[in-house]
């Protein structure tokens, strides 16, 4: 068994890597700054990914580590969330011949998923909770992005499918029973869940892929949701 190294930085390079994967989520509150909501969910999945496979290879798992991952996970996704969720209330409301109530409906689906992830989060840091259950929140994150951007390819309101995605994932998040197709979650290795990212990254540069890559990531979902068991 390797011991842990014993350079300071190296110790604390996952959880370095972990903040940095938050930090960006700043450019959301400048002006304008919706436009970048995609490649920083991109780049907060990578980094997400990273700070787990770093600390395996390197041997420096720790409970802060643990703790401090999940606290960067639950605040950048509570972000993208209520910026998408805000957004939309926005957007709807500000047409004239649109459908102000369906904005607020949004709204409010992202407010209860936010509630969920809070949930998820605050119950897995009691070391006796159960884990393996449920839908992780960033999963839930990349339907999102996958819901924004297929809407961008193909010219239509993604704002009922936000409403559904925020609804579904408010109740998978919580449920006691494992979802055993998750993509992400059957990747392993770090070649595997490297190859996740670059299905992302190839979805969004490349809009030919998109609907294949997220109808992927879809139907996984509901099949596990489906066939979920303890």
């Given at each position: 068994?390797?011991?842990?190294?014993?350079?300071?930085?190296?110790?604390?390079?996952?959880?370095?890597?972990?903040?940095?994967?938050?930090?960006?989520?700043?450019?959301?509150?400048?002006?304008?700054?919706?436009?970048?909501?995609?490649?920083?969910?991109?780049y907060n999945n990578?980094?997400?990914?990273?700070?787990?496979?770093?600390?395996a290879k390197l041997n420096i798992q720790s409970?802060?580590?643990?703790?401090?991952?999940?606290?960067?996970?639950?605040?950048?996704?509570s972000v993208f969330v209520m910026i998408?969720?805000?957004?939309?209330?926005?957007?709807?409301?500000a047409q004239e011949a649109g459908h102000p109530s369906?904005?607020?409906?949004?709204?409010?689906?992202?407010?209860?998923?936010?509630?969920?992830?809070?949930?998820?989060?605050?119950?897995?840091?009691?070391?006796?909770?159960?884990?393996?259950?449920g839908s992780p929140t960033n999963e839930l994150i990349r339907h999102?992005?996958?819901?924004?951007?297929?809407?961008s390819i193909f010219a239509f309101d993604p704002t009922?499918?936000?409403i559904v995605t925020f609804l579904?994932?408010?109740?998978?998040?919580l449920v006691q029973f494992k979802m055993p197709y998750l993509i992400r979650s059957l990747t392993k290795s770090a070649t595997s869940i490297g190859l996740i990212n670059v299905a992302l990254l190839v979805a969004w540069l490349l809009p030919s892929a998109a609907p294949v890559v997220a109808a992927s990531f879809f139907l996984s979902y509901l099949a596990s949701f489906a066939a979920g068991k303890k």
């Open positions: 068994m390797h011991e842990p190294p014993k350079n300071l930085f190296v110790r604390n390079l996952a959880n370095i890597v972990s903040i940095l994967g938050a930090l960006p989520i700043c450019l959301l509150f400048g002006k304008d700054g919706y436009q970048y909501l995609l490649p920083l969910i991109i990578v980094m997400d990914d990273l700070d787990g496979i770093l600390a409970n802060l580590g643990a703790l401090l991952d999940n606290i960067c996970d639950l605040v950048a996704h998408v969720g805000m957004y939309y209330f926005q957007e709807m409301g369906l904005g607020g409906i949004c709204l409010a689906a992202s407010l209860l998923a936010t509630s969920a992830m809070i949930l998820r989060v605050v119950t897995r840091i009691n070391p006796a909770s159960e884990t393996g259950t999102v992005f996958f819901v924004l951007l297929v809407a009922p499918y936000l579904l994932h408010s109740v998978s998040m």
